[in-house]
Nanobody
């Protein structure tokens, strides 16, 4: 059974950094995606990492956010730098098994397993 628990959210000033972590039990060979949802907006994909550590990012975070995973520890981290007022949201990690070990997806419907989310606030 896959269980996902996010941590690392909080309050940061514009231009600051946060590192989110997803503890993913039962998901060693699963792709993992990070999504975010701001109030009144749809949930959107931020970045995804395949079981082979191939990564994909949405354009708005390229060069600022970096995904990494440690399969031995079953953790998937999202390093977020240069945070700006467009980034505040509840951030969720999601996981799914794909037979293609290089597949990573940024579509909500492509994932069946979700964590509860962690709040990221950017404010001076």
């Amino acid at each position: 059974q896959v269980q996902l628990v996010e941590s690392g959210g909080g309050l940061v000033q514009p231009g600051g950094s946060l590192r989110l972590s997803c503890a993913a039990s039962g998901a060693t060979f699963y792709a993992v995606g990070w999504f975010r949802q701001a109030p009144g907006k749809e949930r959107e994909g931020v970045g995804s990492i395949s079981s082979d550590k191939i990564t994909k990012y949405v354009d708005s975070v390229k060069g600022r956010f970096t995904l990494s995973r440690d399969n031995a520890k079953n953790t998937i981290d999202l390093q977020m730098n240069s945070l700006n007022p467009e980034d505040p949201a509840v951030y969720y990690c999601a996981s799914e098994y794909y037979t293609d070990s290089q597949r990573c997806a940024l579509v909500v419907a492509d994932y069946n397993y979700w964590g509860q989310g962690t709040q990221v606030t950017v404010s001076s």
